[in-house]
């Protein structure tokens, strides 16, 4: 086989964040600043596991998913890989391939997607690799992938032709084996072990209505496939399915501001009974009621009560655990439930290693990232069909079942505030500047709620003992209400602060107030002692969900 040895440039921007590298288009067509990326990855990969990878590569169908499926193959074939699993035309959500890792044992998987984020010529591109359990690479690994990229002079390729991903089946390119696959199938029979599909069909059988939004990204294969074929929701249930390189020019990030046609429908007259939507790579997902929006972290709460009603979790739960951020509405149902709920810094990978150790079965994250131990990724349509199992056995609505969640736990009222594209100084004045009032601001009111303390946010892992400092600044009020505020690790454009606010309500009188005005007292908090408007020009954020 012919071996191409390419000069490359080494980049020192080629620092992987929690979740990979990712960056604008025109950063990824530099000269070889793909090719130099996945150089580093195989190295690093290959240097990490005793003997020649085999790995799992599939993309959201985004705007330059094709090219980089094809130079990763090409590469793969000069650095001695020895199998490639590669979703049909190089489609593959980050779920499905998370599980296509695990169950097929293979080394790890490169995932081409930036997520949430636009895509197109004038978007965002990301590549990002995940490890043998399935789960995003730890910071170890991804640290040592930006040093070789900032160090090597050379990149291998081979020059055979590439091969076509439209045909199922196995092909060789040189000594490596491409194997296409179907990108649904496997995961489709993994969601049917887990949850009643018998159940969700008579559900359908009945008439109940469903609008799933897959924002042209990568659901709508899979959303079809569960939802429309395999369940028997009517014809359309499922919209804008079909993959785009730009997201049909939307921004897939399914929330209140991003979703807003399927809001509209669900808030309208003769709104369906559940609507749900996903993200760019179909790990996020958010879940609405007819005239109801529910809150990740009360998705999570919820998920977590009524678990016992779906076949995969009937035997209970071994433990929860919810990103920092995450309103604590899971502590009172783990309580509940005699289980541990971890509390873990913004991000994923952190819930990796609890999982591997058997400690927690869900796991949930504010920004609209539900999971499971069935894989090491959140996983957006797992997240819908738990909730269509719950609601086909209990056959009640979806305000009916959060009203009765908050009467028997009481309610977080919740609202996450952002603030894009700041100066990097100015953010980093604002963080500074509520860190050093951090011992004084106990006795503060916010409202009728006084402040017990303030702290940042520190975790030690349970399981390896390993330390992340710095993971945000906490204000802590006497009822457990909070308000949060940290650093964004994935924005491409200058900094994003994100801030948070909870109230907690368990006044059975005080359930279905208006969120705004509760938590308007914590707003004014934050404002005063942050200096925001003042320190970064900005009046209002950016995105409030
Ligand atoms: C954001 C979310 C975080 C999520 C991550 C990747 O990170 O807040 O929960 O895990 O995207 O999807 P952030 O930009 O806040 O660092
Ligand atoms: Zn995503």
């Known amino acids: 086989m012919s071996i191409l040895t390419v000069p490359t440039q080494p980049y020192t921007d080629q620092v992987p964040g929690t979740s990979g590298l990712r960056k604008r288009v025109g950063t990824f067509r530099q000269p070889n600043y793909i090719e130099n990326f996945v150089q ?3 190295d690093t990969a290959a240097q990490q596991s005793g003997g020649p990878l085999a790995l799992v590569l599939g993309g959201d169908g985004r705007y330059l998913n094709r090219e980089a499926i094809a130079v990763v193959l090409q590469m793969a074939a000069a650095n001695g890989v020895r199998r490639v699993v590669v979703g049909r035309d190089g489609i593959l959500s980050t779920p499905a391939a998370s599980h296509l890792i695990r169950k097929r044992e293979l080394s790890g998987g490169i995932i081409l997607s930036a997520s949430h984020n636009p895509g197109g010529p004038e978007g965002d591109f990301g590549i990002k690799y995940n490890i043998g359990n399935g789960g995003p690479a730890p910071e170890a690994f991804t640290a040592a992938v930006a040093a070789r990229a900032a160090a090597i002079t050379q990149y291998r390729r081979t020059e055979l032709e590439p091969v076509p991903l439209d045909r199922l089946g196995e092909t060789r390119l040189g000594e490596l084996t491409v194997e296409v696959v179907d990108p649904v199938a496997d995961w489709a029979s993994l969601m049917e072990s887990l949850f ?10 009945q008439g109940f209505r469903m609008r799933f939004d897959a924002m042209h990204a990568v659901t709508g294969p899979y959303a079809r496939e569960v939802f429309e074929r395999r369940l028997g929701a009517s014809p359309g249930s499922v919209v804008n399915a079909e993959p785009s390189p730009d997201f049909g020019g939307g921004h897939p990030d399914p929330n209140l501001a991003h979703a807003e046609s ?3 429908e669900l808030f309208g007259p ?4 559940l609507g749900a939507a996903s993200d760019g790579d179909g790990d996020r997902n958010m879940i609405l009621g007819r005239g109801t929006f529910v809150t990740p972290s009360d998705s999570l709460a919820v998920l977590a009560a009524n678990a016992g009603l779906a ?4 035997w209970g739960l071994a433990g929860i655990a919810r990103s920092m951020p995450t309103s604590s509405a899971a502590d009172r149902v783990a309580e509940r439930l005699g289980i541990t709920c971890y509390e873990t810094p913004t991000g994923w990978k952190f819930f990796g290693n609890l999982m591997d150790a058997g400690r927690v079965t869900l796991c949930g994250e504010e920004s ?9 990724e959140k996983d957006g349509l797992w997240a819908v069909l738990f909730w269509l199992n719950i609601l086909a056995r209990r056959r009640i609505s979806v305000a009916q079942l959060v009203q009765e969640h908050w009467q028997e736990y009481g309610r977080n009222y919740y609202a996450r505030h952002d603030y894009e594209g700041i100066p990097v100084e100015a953010a980093r004045g604002v963080m500074d500047h509520l860190r050093w ?10 409202g009728e709620r006084e402040v017990k303390g303030a702290d940042e946010f520190v975790y030690v892992d349970p399981v390896d003992q390993s330390f992340s400092s710095g993971q945000g600044l906490r204000v802590l009020f006497h009822d457990g209400s909070r308000i949060v505020a940290r650093q964004s690790g994935t924005g491409t454009v200058g900094a994003t602060l994100r801030l948070y606010f909870e109230a907690v309500e368990t006044d059975p009188d005080r359930l279905n107030l208006n969120p705004r005005e509760v938590l ?19 009046t209002a954020p950016t995105v409030e969900t």
């Not at 003769?270 to 009974?273: E, I, L, N, R």
């Not at 609209?368 to 090491?376: Q, V």
């Not at 007292?521 to 020009?537: C, F, I």
């Open 40 to 42: 580093a990855l195989l």
């Open 311 to 314: 076949p995969g979790y009937s």
């Open 262 to 264: 399927l809001v509209r």
């Open 520 to 538: 308007a007292p914590l707003m004014s908090l934050a404002g005063d002692v942050m200096e925001l408007s003042a320190r970064t020009g900005m």
């Open 437 to 446: 009032q951090l011992t004084s601001l106990a006795g503060r009111r916010a």
């Open 196 to 205: 009643d599909f018998d159940g969700m069909r008579d559900l359908f059988r």
């Open 368 to 376: 609209f990232g539900t999971g499971s131990n069935h894989i090491r």
């Open 270 to 273: 003769d709104a369906p009974d």
